[in-house]
């Protein structure tokens, strides 16, 4: 039998401290002996001096060891994430113009239609992006070609098929037909529909729900009128259902989530760029929830709708020919006689409507300036506001509204995303939402090989951004909607639970005594609940004089421990590989079966809960748990992270911190994000800091950050930043009010990222504010 030992780390080790020192990656773990386990990276949590240390001999008690930790000195400065253009080669589209740009998956993307910017010859063509070889190819076709067309959109629909609606061609007659692209044959297919074919219609929204086909606005007519319906096509049986009033729109996106269809910004029907909101709600609601009745047109409603006085188009008697050379696709039914005025006779859409306008604020992204992409992933409406000839990359920004809580938040100013000397003209993403692609091109084109005649190739360029850097979970792993997470009473709670996943019935064996059944075989303990970092810093930390720095101390070796957390082994080796690997060198836990991890409780406690759940909230959980995590112990799972190279959870982190970052814990989070080399994150808590820098400074967690922390903070302010202060303060109180000149605005605007918390408090409008709900 193999002679057990107490675990003694390879070098000093950290004391439970959230600002305890770097926290770099976790790199490949040394070859360790049996009786001593494996070295991992510096703790975390706490909020103890810095660099706290551990010897071996204070680590252990007869029975209980603590895991080791080998810190590195100095944490690598990082240049931040910044997305990469690169150039593309092979057979690149001429200056497309409202064309479709879809990602397809395999590393695809797939162009189709559109016309020239400068000779307004309209396109049939399907190119193909290979995004690995970044190499542009014309695909050969089959079938039933559609015809010429622009502004019309191309839906990805399970996984090797696009769904071609609408546009209009060449001969600006406005489109309603549906098309099929075959991903894998590159053949087209016209399917027969029935049931009331919508109104031709071009720079719509289409949508896919449940094996459905949403349809929202566009325009259509002679005279380009805004189109404000909603109406969808069955997949299934190839049934059109009829259309109701919804939002007038054209230019627009659309977006399902939540048993919601959401539409944000595009033109009005005053051909104004806004800023509006709107959302139908489809859940109880037979109209949406039951296929559309088969037939060949939906007559309700007709006997009360008067003809409008705009005249039909007619419907091609021979295949219409653009320059081309393809031929209109004449079976299609191109536009829908009568033409009647849907967005005045229709009836409303069944569900309720809402819509909410945002006005202004500091985060909210103007929709007047710029060229605007708008996409969505996890809940998140993500606005790419990107270089225009009115204002520059500096200018510009990532922004994200939270469709859940409705706040807009800025994920990156544009310096940090664009590169300058690029126009983009087309964005697209990955059904995962993890990735989006920009596609555009050099403003100076003869600055580069592009153009023989010296013109923009809209899509000779592409900038992919990994979402995932921003903290996204991406669509599959995306946050329900938060009344979704609220735990059910125990007053409502039914005695046998069907299953909700591998990791909602794992959770209701974590923490539980053998003895109750519950199977556990494996002890983990932590700093006790009743840890005080303070009166621990002032009497039982004795100086090491033999330490490589003067100001490394030693945690005291009557450390209080917390009780028992009670967990399966098989579990943490197949969940955590630096366990794993410590079992697999039968290391002194092996002999013991237990552990100590140096960390606050509810760190360790929610650290254990993830490798049993895969997740840091606590849905699944029981009530008596309390597992759930606040802000600090997220931050402290996201050096935990980093520390043990667990990737998911430090995705889960960031996101979660991102989103809720508030004044009492944008210290924690900003130390933590540098422990973690998250650099992003980092500065946004950094800049949360300076705009509400008069509370920041009156946490508790900026009050307990080490010096050397606090000097970093502070120095984060730009080198120009003042305190104002007095009658200059009064100035600018009532220049808010609007009575000052255009020169003292301007100089407000040059000086209002460096005023002080007073100030800031002014100007910073509440979470309602800059809103108007209807």
């Known amino acids: 039998m193999a002679q057990t030992h107490p675990s003694t780390p390879a070098g000093p080790a950290l004391s439970s401290s959230i600002f305890g020192g770097p926290a770099p990656a976790l790199p490949p773990a040394p070859a360790a002996t049996p009786g001593h386990a494996a070295p991992t990276q510096p703790s975390y949590s706490g909020l103890t001096s810095n660099h706290a240390l551990t010897p071996a001999s204070a680590a252990s008690s007869n029975n209980t060891y603590i895991m080791p930790n080998s810190p590195m000195k100095n944490r690598s400065p990082m240049d931040g994430y910044r997305p990469k253009v690169t150039r593309t080669l092979g057979q690149r589209p001429s200056c497309l113009v409202n064309a479709s740009v879809t990602y397809c998956g395999n590393n695809q993307i797939y162009a189709f239609g559109g016309f020239d910017q400068y000779t307004d010859e309209v396109y049939n063509h399907v190119l193909r992006l290979d995004l690995v070889s970044h190499q542009w190819s014309l695909v050969d ?6 015809g010429v067309r622009m502004g019309h959109t191309a839906t990805l629909y399970k996984g090797d098929k696009l769904l071609v609606f609408g546009g209009e061609n060449e001969h600006r007659t406005y489109l309603s037909d549906l098309i099929i692209f075959d991903l894998k044959t590159a053949h087209w297919t016209q399917p027969a529909v029935t049931g009331p074919i919508p109104k031709g219609r071009a720079r719509h929204a289409a949508v896919l729900h449940d094996d459905r086909l949403f349809i929202v ?16 096509l069955d997949l299934k049986t190839f049934t059109w259902s009829r259309a109701w009033r919804f939002v007038g729109r054209f230019d627009h996106s659309a977006y399902i989530w939540g048993d919601r269809v959401w539409v944000f910004g595009g033109l009005s029907e005053d051909m104004d760029k806004v800023s509006d909101l709107w959302w139908l709600d489809l859940k109880g609601s ?5 296929p559309p009745h088969i037939g060949s047109l939906d007559r309700t409603g007709l006997s009360r709708s008067a003809i409008s006085p705009r005249p039909a188009y007619p419907v091609p008697q021979s295949p219409v020919v653009g320059s081309s050379g393809y031929a209109a696709n004449s079976r299609t039914a191109q536009v829908n006689p009568p033409s009647f005025h849907l967005k005045t006779y229709a009836p409303p859409a069944p569900g309720a409507i809402s819509a909410l306008k945002f006005v202004n604020g500091p985060n909210i992204p103007s929709q007047m300036q710029g060229i605007h992409f708008h996409v969505y992933s996890s809940g998140t409406l993500l ?3 990107t270089p225009a000839a009115t204002i520059t990359a500096k200018e510009c920004s990532l922004s ?14 544009g310096r940090e995303v664009f590169k300058p000397g690029y126009r983009w003209h087309y964005c697209t993403m990955n059904e995962d939402g993890t990735k989006a692609w920009l596609l555009g091109c050099p403003t100076d084109p003869a600055a580069s090989d592009l153009g023989a005649n010296g ?10 951004i990994d979402l995932r850097r921003y903290g996204f979970l991406g669509n599959n792993l995306g946050p329900e909607p938060r009344t979704d997470l609220v735990r059910p009473s125990s007053r409502t709670r039914h005695a046998d639970h069907p299953s909700k996943g591998l990791g909602a019935d794992l959770a209701k064996l974590f923490n539980h005594p053998p003895e109750t059944g519950s199977g556990t075989d494996f002890i983990v303990t932590a700093l006790s609940k009743d840890f005080d970092e303070e009166e621990i810093m002032g009497s039982a930390l004795v100086h090491s004089a033999d330490s490589a720095d003067g100001d490394q101390t030693w945690l005291a070796p009557d450390a209080p421990t917390s009780p028992p957390i009670h967990v399966h082994r098989l579990i943490l080796q197949a969940r955590w590989p630096h366990f794993a690997r410590l079992w697999a060198s039968q290391m002194a836990e092996f002999h013991t079966k237990k552990m100590h991890i140096p960390e606050p409780y509810s760190v360790v406690k929610a650290f254990l809960y993830y490798l049993y759940t895969d997740r840091i909230d606590p849905a699944g959980s029981d009530e008596d748990e309390n597992i759930t995590a606040d802000l600090s112990d997220i931050a402290g799972l996201l050096v935990m992270s980093n520390i043990y190279n667990i990737p998911h959870l430090r995705l889960l982190c960031v996101n979660r911190l991102s989103k809720e970052l508030d004044v009492d814990h944008a210290c924690i989070i900003w130390y933590c994000a540098g422990l973690a080399n998250e ?7 950094a800049s949360f800091c300076m705009t509400h820098w008069g509370r920041i400074v009156r946490t508790l967690g900026f009050q307990r950050l080490p010096r050397s922390a606090l000097v970093e903070l502070s120095q984060e302010i730009d080198m120009e930043g003042r305190v104002v202060g007095g009658d200059e303060l009064d100035m600018i109180a009532g220049g808010i009010d609007g009575r000052f000149s255009p020169e003292d605005s301007s100089a407000l605007s040059r000086r209002k990222e460096s005023l002080s918390s007073n100030h800031t408090q002014m100007l910073d409008s509440d979470d309602d504010e800059g809103m108007e709900l209807s």
């Open 141 to 146: 076709n089959y079938g039933d070609i559609p």
């Open 217 to 232: 606005g566009g325009i259509t007519g002679h005279d380009n009128y805004v189109l404000d319906d909603i109406c969808y």
């Open 286 to 290: 037979p109209a949406f929830e039951s």
């Open 383 to 385: 606005d790419f506001v």
């Open 400 to 413: 994200a509204l939270d469709l859940g809580a409705l706040r807009w938040q800025k994920l990156a100013e």
């Open 455 to 464: 013109l923009e190739e809209y899509l000779s360029d592409i900038m992919e």
């Open 679 to 685: 650099e992003w994150l980092r500065k946004r808590a």
